[in-house]
Structures are given as structure tokens and as C-alpha cells.
């Protein structure tokens, strides 16, 4: 049982992804069962928490896969679903902020005075992020909820390299937009 809630690791023991994904659970400490996938065969447990991918590995915690209700506030475009979606986020929310206060050890990035991996690698959703944030009417990093995240997207943001690197946030947010109105109307995929 891992603090803050069980966790579990669905994978295939040859995916480099998994391996990835073991390595970090084990510097960080966390106690985990892991499930054995066969890729050839996929179970249902998989079908059911990774449907649109099919792909390991998958992070559980406390039954939820870790990032569905990310996906699900960025695919929500009724009022009623985005709040859903969002009282899914807060207990992810609330994992991000514990582990950036254990990791950083009041460094200004995850574990480091400057960006790592773990930076680039969350870092790159923040834009989307606020974006979602304006779309939705919510505010998904919260100052008053998650100090430690929302200071450290700011920090993020402010890097040089980063600055460069990501879009304009206008311009993403009227993408975004128009990626909803054409996803919500009559002729959409189904299976999103």
C-alpha cells in the first residue's frame, strides 16, 4: 500500500515504457502490485482502462487509471461532464503536489535547481492546462489548493527554453475550441 492511496502497475515485462515506469515507482519508494499484460491478448482490465490506446503501461490508483480524468475534462464539452471530469482531477492533483514537495525538497523543480525530466515531461501539458482551465470555467492549478504545482508551472513557464518551445496560448485556446465544436457535433468519431 503506497501513501496517499494503492497503487498498481499494468505491463508487459519486455516494454521499455514499463521498465521506465518501474524505475521511477522504485527511486520514489512507492509500493506497488503489479499486473502482468499480455499484449497479444489484451485483458479486459486493459480494454477497459486504456480503451482508446490499448497500450502499457497503465498507472492505478485507487481503481482509477492516473490520467483518465485528465482526458476526460479534455474530451468533456457538456457543463455537467466537465465537472465530473474535474472532481476526478483533485486526487491527482493532490499526488502531483505531494510528490513535487518530497521530490523538490524546496528546489524550484522537481528535485533539481534547474528543469529535469520530470519538468519537461509534466511541464509540457501546463499551456494545455490553462487552456482547459479557460475553456472549462475552472482553475485545475489553484494557488490556494496547490501552492507547490501552481508556483512551479509558473517557474516552468518563465524558462527560457520553454518559452521558445511551447505555442501561443491564443492561439491554442481558438485550436482547442474549434477541435471541440467539430468533436461535439453529430459527425464526430464515436469512441472518443
Known sequence: MAAGGELQLLGSWYSPYVIRAKV???LKGLSYEYIEEDLFSKSDLLLKLNP???K???L???GRP???AWRQLFWSTTAEKIAEAFA?????LETLERAFRECSKGKPFFGEDAVGLVDIALGSFVLWIKVVDEVAGVNLLDEAKFPALAAWAERFLAVDAVKEAI???GRLLEHYKAFLAKWASPAAPAGY
Not at 476526478?88 to 491527482?92: D, F, N, R, T, Y
Request: proline share 13%; aromatic share 8%.
Open 24 to 26: 521511477a515507482l522504485g
Open 52 to 54: 482508446v490506446h490499448k
Open 167 to 169: 505555442p501561443d496560448g
Open 56 to 58: 502499457v503501461p497503465v
Open 66 to 68: 492516473f490520467f483518465l
Open 88 to 92: 476526478g482531477i483533485v486526487p491527482v
Open 60 to 62: 492505478i490508483h485507487d
